[in-house]
């Protein structure tokens, strides 16, 4: 089954995409993704490592349960750095969801860093989403 969670931004269409989802052994849970990024002006994509990284799922699901505000950014990051994100909320309920990309190490080296905004009402859709993804295929 193809699971793609595309988070799309409310301003400019810029879309962050997880995709092609990889279990690493034979648990069947996903150790390791696509991401990408893409807008007019741009596509990048590179595999990120889930390996050891906090649940993804629980990160969207406790923004979701804070869709009221928190204060400063929630973190997320894969073990090797391949992927960060960096939410925060303003007073009026906007979410913006900085990115960091960068190819793992395979001697190439870009970086790509941008911000994303979305609606609080949209966080749990998304917690769903990647909970669907992460799950053992059926």
């Known amino acids: 089954m193809l699971r793609t969670i595309e988070i ?15 279990a690493e052994d034979d648990s069947a849970i996903s150790e390791s ?10 596509k990048a994509e590179a595999r990120a490592s889930s390996y050891f990284a906090p649940d993804l799922a629980k990160y969207f699901d406790l923004m979701a349960k804070e869709w009221q505000g928190w204060e400063g ?8 750095g391949e992927f960060e994100l960096k939410a925060s909320m303003d007073k009026m309920g906007h979410v913006t969801l900085k990115y960091f990309l960068r190819p793992p190490h395979t001697g190439f080296h870009w ?14 859709s998304i917690a769903k989403e990647v909970r669907r993804a992460w799950a053992p295929a059926k």
């Open 73 to 80: 950014e929630r973190n997320w990051a894969s073990l090797e």
């Open 8 to 22: 799309r931004s409310v301003h400019d269409g810029t879309v962050l995409a997880l995709s092609n989802f990889v």
């Open 33 to 42: 993704f696509l991401v990408s990024v893409q807008n007019h002006q741009l």
């Open 111 to 124: 970086e790509l860093k941008g911000a994303i905004e979305i609606e609080a009402g949209q966080l749990e």
